[in-house]
């Protein structure tokens, strides 16, 4: 696929438009969804990232949590070092707390929630935040945080 190429080539923007194209037959895809994230997180698109975000939680949040930045070709470790140097820069927007929520989620449950529960005192009526700080609560996974 594509997608796949432009997302181990790190063009985010022509991973997004192929995987969002291969989403729409076949939306309950995990793989597809998890790449979608990382892609529009990289391209700026974070309330788009935080809608699949917690389509893919509710459904399955072991699928991000289990991930295994080799096996996965998941750049999630070095993107998080990228997006916690904006925190400093930017004065903790709400879109990069989300942003390093959803990125942290694929190294570190515990930072993940932190940095949800920071987005939801600045968007305290946001039901997705609400719904995703809810699964990362009940969650009772093995992974180490």
């Given at each position: 696929?594509?997608g ?16 969002e ?49 080799v ?10 070092y ?64």
């Open positions: 696929m594509l796949n190429q432009y997302f181990i080539a790190r063009n985010y923007w022509g991973a997004a438009e192929e995987l194209e291969a989403l729409v037959s076949d939306p309950r895809n995990k793989l597809i969804r998890k790449k979608l994230i990382v892609c529009y997180n990289q391209t700026g698109e974070i309330r788009k990232a935080l809608d699949v975000f917690q389509s893919l939680v509710r459904d399955d949040i072991d699928f991000i949590i289990n991930t295994d930045p096996e996965d070709d998941c750049p999630c470790g070095e993107l998080v990228d997006a916690e140097k904006l925190l400093s820069e930017d004065r903790q927007s709400v879109d990069t707390l989300l942003r390093l929520g959803m990125l942290w989620l694929f190294c570190d449950k515990k930072k993940s929630r932190e940095y949800f529960e920071k987005a939801l005192k600045a968007e305290q009526s946001s039901t997705a935040i609400k719904t995703v700080l809810t699964a990362l609560s009940s969650h009772n996974g093995v992974k180490q945080e």
